[in-house]
Antibody
Framework: QLQLQESGPGLVKPSETLSLTCTVS??????????WVWIRQPPGKGLEWIGN???????NYNPSLESRVAISVDTSKTQFSLKLTSVTAADTAVYYC????????????WGQGILVTVSS | EIVLTQSPATLSLSPGERATLSCRAS??????LAWYQQKPGQAPRVLLY???NRATGIPARFSGRGSGTDFTLTISSLEPEDFAVYYC?????????FGGGTKVEI
């Protein structure tokens, strides 16, 4: 059974870089049948797609974040990562990693989410 | 970007009642629309994809219809576990976007 687990610091200072890792277990991260996604949710608000990465290494990012975001995959460790630079309080959110399946094109597996607070 | 507007924001119903949730897109997304359910403290889970196709393990009381700009999620008879927030999501055009959500409360 596929499981995704986010990890990283829960508190980041303003202007610094937010770095999160998603560890994938119970399945392969090296498949053209899936892409690997980050989605966030500010407290009490809705969902925002951040970006995704394909096995080929190509990426798509939300234009609202594109200048500050990078997603990478480490297939040897079955992990993928998110870096978001120059964070502000507006980046405080629960960050989810997820798998996007390429038949239904839905996010069919999610991590439990990690709350990241931006504060000095 | 395509803006998805969900209505109502909150739907107050009782178990056994029928729930009808709406999602309107700012431009056509064809049938590239999915619905997700989120319970407090949990990650969302996919209910429907392609506007009307139930995801694996989703009960038949959940149904969807629509194409273009207007979509509906119907829960035919609410079970206690269905009280949650529901989001629509479009994959027709980058960036991928979500609606603001409809909370179905008791």
């Amino acid at each position: 059974q596929l499981q995704l687990q986010e990890s990283g610091p829960g508190l980041v200072k303003p202007s610094e870089t937010l770095s999160l890792t998603c560890t994938v277990s119970g399945g392969s991260i090296s498949s053209s049948s899936y892409s690997w996604v980050w989605i966030r949710q500010p407290p009490g608000k809705g969902l925002e797609w951040i970006g995704n990465m394909y096995y080929s290494g190509s990426t798509n990012y939300n234009p609202s974040l594109e200048s500050r975001v990078a997603i990478s995959v480490d297939t040897s460790k079955t992990q993928f990562s998110l870096k978001l630079t120059s964070v502000t309080a507006a980046d405080t959110a629960v960050y989810y990693c997820a798998r996007r399946e390429h038949v239904t094109w839905s996010f069919d597996n999610w991590g439990q989410g990690i709350l990241v607070t931006v504060s000095s | 970007e395509i803006v998805l507007t969900q209505s109502p924001a909150t739907l107050s119903l009782s178990p056994g009642e029928r729930a009808t949730l709406s999602c309107r897109a700012s431009q056509s997304v064809s049938s590239a629309l999915a619905w997700y359910q989120q319970k407090p403290g949990q990650a969302p889970r996919v209910l429907l994809y392609g506007a009307s196709n139930r995801a694996t393990g989703i009960p038949a009381r959940f149904s969807g219809r629509g194409s273009g700009t207007d979509f509906t999620l119907t829960i035919s008879s609410l079970e206690p576990e269905d009280f949650a927030v529901y989001y629509c999501h479009q994959r027709s055009t980058w960036p991928l976007t979500f609606g603001g959500g409809t909370k179905v409360e008791i």
